[in-house]
């Protein structure tokens, strides 16, 4: 009997490779400063409850919220062969006090700001979507948006505008012999 072959990149190091990665990107005008502040896991998307569980004082942020796996199978021989791919989201937080948190979207002379933390972001990882060399990954941006806070959260963080960005990639084979014959 044929065992299975199992060939996976552990999300977990996907997930400090990824934080390695943004800890990494240098602030594009403020030299010795990272572009982040904070960059830490959480498990989901929602920033109002990812920034009290973390006491987030900082302003600029990045949140790694792992979203799941897919798979794509298809039977190759007496094999049944599952290719996995792991979808991770990047969620960057910036603050501005004035106009009702306009420089935190846009940027200013205080501030980032989301879309180009998120631009910046882009521009490295596709420098290097393997980060570094690790196995199976090759990073890739799916979508992106704005997020709106929910009004309590909004109130609570009073300036604090949010981005996210997916990415997906692969991250493993699954090859699981067959007995028992079938046609395609």
Same mark, same amino acid.
């Given at each position: 009997m044929n065992t299975p072959k199992v060939d996976l #990149?552990?999300?977990?190091? #996907?997930? @400090? &490779? #990824? !934080?390695? !990665?943004?800890?990494a990107i240098d602030h594009p005008t403020l030299e010795g400063?990272?572009? %982040?502040?904070?960059?830490? %896991?959480?498990? +989901?998307? *929602?920033?109002g409850e990812a920034l009290q569980d973390l006491v987030v004082v900082k302003k600029r942020v990045c949140f790694i919220v792992p979203q799941g796996d897919r798979?794509?199978?298809?039977?190759?021989?007496?094999?049944?062969?599952?290719?996995?791919?792991?979808? /991770?989201?990047?969620?960057?937080?910036d603050t501005a006090y004035? !106009? &009702? &948190? +306009?420089?935190?979207?846009?940027? &200013?002379? +205080?501030?980032?700001?989301? /879309?180009?933390? *998120?631009?910046i972001t882009l521009e490295v990882i596709a420098k290097d979507p393997q980060l570094g060399g690790l196995?199976?990954? @090759? #990073?890739?941006?799916?979508?992106g948006a704005k997020i709106e806070m929910a009004a309590a959260d909004a109130k609570a963080a009073s300036g604090r505008e949010a981005w996210v960005? *997916?990415?997906?990639?692969?991250?493993g084979r699954i090859e699981s012999p067959l007995h028992l014959a079938w046609t395609n």
């Open positions: #990149l552990k999300t977990s190091v #996907l997930c @400090a &490779g #990824l !934080k390695a !990665k943004l800890e400063e990272k572009l %982040f502040e904070v960059v830490a %896991f959480h498990e +989901n998307k *929602n920033l798979f794509e199978s298809k039977k190759e021989g007496r094999s049944q062969v599952s290719d996995r791919f792991t979808s /991770i989201d990047l969620l960057y937080a004035t !106009k &009702g &948190g +306009n420089a935190a979207v846009f940027g &200013g002379p +205080n501030n980032v700001g989301v /879309i180009a933390m *998120n631009e196995r199976w990954c @090759a #990073l890739q941006p799916t979508e960005q *997916n990415y997906e990639t692969p991250s």
